[in-house]
């Protein structure tokens, strides 16, 4: 079954904000994890948005998110969330969390350094 599951997308209009939700299942161990954001556009690649480190000592953005986007995590309620503001057509798409447990490559928010996934969450930015 999943171990991560994504919440909280839907409609926004552009210039407003959203906040995501990666929860883990209670099995998993999820402080051991660094967590990675993913963006995917409509018949676009899957690309990295955003990183946070395990203990959350360290983040990354992709510049397209970079002074809008804002990761954060509680390990002790399991969660991680993405916080999206002054969102654009751009920013559509589904959003996908995923765990990564090979410590420093993490931070290179890529699909291959990531070995667990959620089902994603779609975002739809529209006026």
């Known amino acids: 079954q999943l171990q991560l599951v994504e919440s909280g997308g839907g409609l926004v209009q552009p210039g407003e904000s959203l906040t995501l939700s990666c929860t883990a299942a209670?099995?998993?161990?999820?402080?051991?994890?660094?967590i990675g954001w993913f963006h995917q556009a409509p018949g676009k690649e899957r690309t990295g948005v955003a990183f946070?480190?395990?203990?959350?000592?360290?983040?990354n953005y992709a510049d397209s998110v970079k002074g809008r986007f804002t990761t954060s995590r509680d390990n002790a309620k399991k969660v991680a969330y993405l916080t999206m503001s002054s969102l654009n057509p751009d920013d559509s798409g589904i959003y996908y969390c995923?765990?990564?447990?090979?410590?420093?490559?993490?931070?290179?928010?890529?699909?291959?350094?990531?070995?667990?996934w959620g089902q994603g969450t779609q975002v739809f930015v529209s006026s």
């Open positions: 209670s099995g998993f161990t999820f402080s051991r994890y660094a």
């Open positions: 946070i480190s395990s203990q959350s000592n360290d983040r």
């Open positions: 995923a765990a990564c447990q090979f410590g420093s490559s993490c931070y290179t928010i890529r699909r291959s350094n990531y070995d667990y």
